[in-house]
């Protein structure tokens, strides 16, 4: 997807002004709701107030992404559950004595990846299949359904984005 720099700002407008309501209770509460580990919602959350000053306007650029995080977590319930479990099963490592240090990283990254893979898969209404090259369509998959919009907007106004 590219967009011209008017159809990104236009883009970035829109998505700003959907953000002017969101009442940040009601992101802690999807976020809950979804089961996203505490710790993760606490960071997302801690976006909230970030802006960004885009072509002299100030565009709430927190926001957005809490509010495109939100969009993506219910038009994908069964990722969002396979990624907290994943999370999970990496969690519950670390209490293992003596290894369970060790093994955290890797279990993690594993859980998430096949926990994120298992929960695209079903939100298509597909079964598991098998298979590295699968695995790795997935994921390049779900990133970029993830990332496609935000990239965009970000590639066309790159030379418009200052700093606060």
């Given at each position: ?58 565009v709430q650029i927190g926001k957005i992404i809490i509010l495109q995080i ?95």
């Open positions: 997807m590219e967009l011209s720099r008017p159809a990104a700002k236009l883009d970035l407008a829109l998505l700003d002004a959907e953000v002017k309501d969101v009442d940040r209770t009601n992101a802690l509460t999807v976020f809950t709701n979804a089961g996203i580990p505490p710790e993760v919602t606490f960071r997302l959350t801690s976006l909230w107030e970030t802006t960004r000053i885009v072509g002299g306007k100030t939100i969009k993506f977590i219910r038009e994908n319930p069964h990722l969002t559950i396979g990624i907290a479990l994943g999370a999970a099963i990496g969690a519950l490592t670390s209490l293992i004595p003596f290894i369970g240090p060790l093994l955290t990283p890797l279990v993690t990254v594993i859980g998430l990846v096949i926990g994120g893979v298992g929960g695209r898969r079903m939100d298509r209404g597909e079964e598991i299949g098998t298979g590295i090259i699968g695995l790795t369509q997935e994921i390049i998959d779900i990133a970029k359904k993830f990332f496609e919009l935000f990239a965009a907007i970000f590639n066309a106004l790159r030379a418009d984005f200052q700093a606060n």
